[in-house]
């Protein structure tokens, strides 16, 4: 009987950006997401925390995928700082009607807050699912009531999508954190300043006539 083939392991890209490295998880890790995951003010918008067990079962899952896939929900350390201060990055949803989609997700530990990285982060996420895998659109979805995650969402100049909001399918039927409000980024809109600053360098730079 022929041995089972082992499972693909796919490289995982690291990103960089002026302060933050986004990298594949390592053991070490484990505590202070478990941490994270115990915070009730970092879990404020979720229906409950996650013990360790279940977050180090999460961890388990996020690191699945970026080694199935390449790409997923990075590790994020501050260069010359923080070795871990939760994860940024790109997601498959679940649930319907949302499985064909891409979303932009953050998760930071509450020391991490008030310093633009979940949009630093987000922005060289996008930015590697627009130009390396090829990705038509981005999405991001929150309760109404998040106004931090839905600032960042604004400042990577994703639009809401008012008739996309939704009752959360893995939240409980009345539960006040069932409403969420989703936001959309199309390639196009992404692509339209880089592509007119690309314009603009090559007109200075383009000898007279």
Not at 1 to 19: D, E, K, Y
Not at 102 to 123: D, I, M
Not at 180 to 199: F, G, Q
Request: proline share 8%; net charge neutral; with cysteine.
């Amino acid at each position: 009987m022929p041995a089972t083939a082992a499972a693909q392991v796919i490289p995982v890209p690291t990103l960089g950006t002026a302060r933050l490295r986004l990298r594949d998880w390592r053991d070490d890790d484990l505590p202070a997401f478990a941490a994270l995951n115990l915070d009730r003010e970092v879990r404020r918008y979720f229906p409950s925390v996650m013990t360790p067990a279940e977050s180090d079962a999460f961890a388990g899952s996020i690191r699945q995928l970026l080694s199935a896939n390449g790409w997923g929900l990075w590790a994020v350390e501050v260069v010359g700082g923080a070795p871990f201060i939760g994860f940024v990055g790109l997601a498959r949803p679940s649930f319907e009607p949302f499985t064909a989609c891409v979303e932009v997700g953050w998760r930071l530990s509450r020391q991490a807050w008030g310093q633009g990285y979940a949009t630093e982060a987000a922005r060289a996420a996008v930015a590697f699912g627009f130009t390396s895998l090829g990705l038509a659109e981005v999405v991001a979805f929150t309760v109404p009531g998040n106004t931090a995650s839905r600032r960042v969402m604004e400042k990577l100049r994703m639009r809401r999508d008012e008739a996309g909001d939704f009752l959360h399918p893995r939240v409980a039927p009345g539960h006040p954190l069932q409403p969420h409000v989703l936001y959309r980024l199309s390639y196009e809109a992404w692509a339209a300043p880089h592509d007119a600053l690309r314009h603009a360098a090559a007109s200075e730079s383009a000898p007279p006539r």
